[in-house]
């Protein structure tokens, strides 16, 4: 069917990393411009995004034991997820949830991060399926730190570099940067918003 050719080849071009956090506001606690994205000029955007290609890819490992990942193929708690951001309830006492779209419209994917298992993320397609896993550098509420993430297959799909917990720079598995997230929006090297989510 097209739209699941469209909504396949969204998620690999995105690769829709970096979603969850449990605080109210953001902080720039290190490492680049505070936004407004929008109104640095080109130059100074790219400069950043160099930047931080230069600081993620140093020591990247490439791919992980496809085993690592099995545990994690289906969504244990699918109906359930489901159920909760149907009614836009995205948190509960073990778990967040972050639903993304395309054009605003399109829900396409979603992440859970569990509370207690401060390296990790999942990301789901609405069936439940695994998508993507992130293996972070520290635990995801110390900031500024990177996420790998690897697809289904064990293969590095991007890294992000988290300035914040609504504030992350994408970049795909050979470097291209792919947006930078802030609070709902991801944002092109123009400055194009080209992706929403909805957060905690």
């Not at 069917?1 to 829709?16: A, E, G, P, Q, Y």
């Not at 992980?64 to 699918?78: C, G, H, M, R, W």
């Not at 992130?134 to 988290?162: F, M, R, T, V, W």
Request: net charge positive; with cysteine.
């Amino acid at each position: 069917m097209k739209i699941n050719r469209i909504v396949k080849r969204l998620i690999c071009i995105f690769t829709l990393l970096l979603l969850i956090s449990g605080s109210a506001q953001a902080k720039t606690l290190e490492g680049g411009v505070d936004l407004n994205w929008p109104l640095l000029n080109q130059e100074e955007r790219e400069k950043t995004i160099n930047y931080y290609k230069d600081l993620l890819f140093k020591d990247v490992k490439y791919k992980i034991d496809k085993e690592t990942l099995k545990p994690f193929k289906k969504d244990a708690k699918l109906l359930e997820n489901r159920a909760l951001l149907k009614n836009n309830i995205k948190k509960t006492d073990d778990r967040e949830l972050a639903k993304f779209y395309f054009f605003n419209k399109v829900f396409i994917i979603y992440g859970v991060k569990y509370l207690e298992d401060k390296f990790h993320l999942y990301y789901y397609n609405v069936a439940g399926g695994l998508e993507y896993f992130d293996i972070l550098d520290k635990p995801h509420d110390e900031y500024p730190h990177i996420s790998y993430q690897y697809n289904k297959s064990g293969k590095l799909a991007g890294i992000s570099y988290y300035i914040s917990e609504y504030d992350q720079y994408i970049f795909d598995d050979k470097g291209k940067f792919r947006g930078r997230w802030y609070y709902s929006k991801l944002y092109d090297k123009k400055a194009k918003v080209i992706l929403t989510r909805e957060l905690p």
